[in-house]
Every structure is written in structure tokens, then in C-alpha cells.
């Protein structure tokens, strides 16, 4: 057993739990050549646009999934596999370390990131900042934003299914080439699309779930902690438990006996 799964089998977390919704994926997010994909994964998304997708083999996740930061970040610039791309400034990529222990990951963009082109800017950008600081974190060291979807929803509404769907290999390759100890998911999107649970947030907090061998951590998103002060104090004991376990996953493997 690798040190990883020493690791997770202390925290309760092994063996790994596949969401039913990516069962037969591989560890990087690939599906496997002809599975039909969830929702809109198929075929519709396979006659992607992407200039960059053009020409490769395989399937359109499959193709993300083989990606490098520099094609992934330039097929997210021009991405229009779902309608979302119609609407948008500029897709948001994600910001931070790419080599980062944490990872961060909201909704998607509203008014402010479409326009600026970053994750978490004003307002609820600036308590997630003071919420990072909390636990000794700062945005862009250690640590990487990103979101669920990459283009900004009218009205900041949450996302259809089959936008998330869609936008999804792009978030597991994120994940898969940044290779984050722990995943914190900010609100029930980010959960759920996570996850692949409808689950509350207040049923997933407090615990450790498992995406692919990765620990994932759910809290409330920082635009809902602005408009329910109440909540807040869940938060802060959410970040503790996420201090607590990313302090536990650095700490060398227990002897073998
Ligand atoms: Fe592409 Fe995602 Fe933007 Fe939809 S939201 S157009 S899938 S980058």
C-alpha cells in the first residue's frame, strides 16, 4: 500500500469511493474509449469546437484529459461545448499555485470574474481571502481557486446539469495535473457537482469525503456566508477541520509494523 493510502486508510478513507456518476473513470479523469458519457458527455460534446480539440483522437474528455497547462488553459479560452460561452467576457480559468496542497473550488464566474477574468474577486473574494488567512493561507501560495464552471451563468444562476457536465473534464484536469492534497468544495455546487450527491451542505460538513483518492472538505460558499452571518462560526470550525487534516496528511507515514 503506497504512503498515500497509508494516509487515507488513518483518515477513514480508503478504499476509495467512486461517485456512481464517474464509475469507470480513470484516476485522471479519463473515461474509458467508448463509455458513454453522463448527461451531455457524449456525442454532442465529442463535435466540441475547441480549435485545439480538432484532429485529436479520442473523446473530448479523453482529450482533456491528456492536456498540459498551456492546451487546457488555451481550450478553456475558446471553449463552446455548452451555451454558457454565448454569454461570457472571457472564460475563468482559475488562479493560484499550480503545484498548490489546496485547492479551492467554488461556482462559477459572476459579474466581477467575467469581467476580470479571476475567481473569487470582490466581495466574496475578499472573505474567502480573509477566510484563506484564517488558516495561515494566502491566494496564489500554496493554494489554487477554481470553479465548477469556467463561464459566468446570466444572472449568476446556478448551473444547468448539463453545463456542469460539460465543464467538467476541464476541472479534473485541473485537478489531476495540480494534484492537490486536499479539495475544500465552497457551497452545494461545488458539492454536489463533486460528489455526485444532492446532498445539504450541512449533512456533507464536518466530514471527509473522497473524489478519485483526493480528500475533499465541504463548507459553505463565501457569497452565502455574506447573507447568513449566522453561519459563519460553521465555517470557521469547517477551516479548522481542513487545517487539522492538511497537517495530518503532510505528517510522515506510520512505521510499518
Ligand atoms: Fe466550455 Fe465550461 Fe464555458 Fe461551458 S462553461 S463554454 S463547458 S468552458
Not at 458513454?36 to 473523446?59: F, I, V
Not at 473534464?169 to 479539495?183: D, E, H, N, V
Not at 473522497?210 to 463548507?219: A, C, E, I, K, Y
Request: glycine share 10%; net charge positive; proline share 9%.
Amino acid at each position: 500500500m503506497s504512503r498515500r493510502e497509508l494516509i487515507l486508510q488513518e483518515l477513514g478513507l480508503w478504499p476509495v469511493w467512486v461517485p456512481r456518476s464517474r464509475a469507470g473513470a480513470a484516476p485522471d479523469g479519463t473515461l474509458p474509449s467508448g463509455t458513454p458519457a453522463e448527461g451531455t458527455r457524449g456525442a454532442t460534446l465529442d463535435a466540441a469546437p475547441e480549435a485545439l480539440l480538432e484532429g485529436a483522437p479520442g473523446s473530448r474528455a479523453e482529450r482533456i484529459a491528456r492536456m498540459d497547462w498551456p492546451a487546457l488553459k488555451e481550450a478553456v479560452r475558446t471553449c463552446t461545448a455548452c451555451p454558457l460561452h454565448a454569454g461570457r467576457k472571457q472564460a475563468v480559468f482559475g488562479v493560484g499555485d499550480e503545484r498548490a496542497d489546496w485547492l479551492f473550488v467554488g461556482e462559477g464566474p459572476g459579474a466581477e470574474e467575467d469581467a476580470r477574468g479571476e475567481p473569487f474577486v470582490g466581495q466574496a473574494g475578499r472573505l474567502l481571502d480573509n477566510m484563506l488567512a484564517a488558516i495561515g493561507l494566502q491566494r496564489g501560495r500554496d493554494v489554487y481557486i477554481g470553479n465548477i464552471l469556467k463561464c459566468r451563468p446570466p444572472g449568476n444562476r446556478v448551473p444547468e446539469p448539463s453545463e456542469a457536465a460539460a465543464c467538467e473534464p476541464f476541472l479534473l484536469r485541473q485537478i489531476a495535473l495540480s494534484k492537490p492534497r486536499l479539495i475544500v468544495a465552497l457551497g452545494k455546487t461545488a458539492a454536489s457537482n463533486l460528489l455526485g450527491t444532492d446532498a445539504s451542505i450541512g449533512s456533507l460538513r464536518g466530514r471527509l469525503h473522497d473524489l478519485r483518492g483526493t480528500p475533499v472538505l465541504v463548507t459553505y460558499h463565501p457569497a452565502y456566508l455574506l447573507r447568513n452571518l449566522a453561519d459563519k462560526s460553521k465555517a470557521w470550525e469547517d477551516l479548522c477541520l481542513a487545517r487539522e487534516t492538511m497537517q495530518r496528511l503532510k505528517a510522515p507515514a506510520p512505521a510499518p509494523r
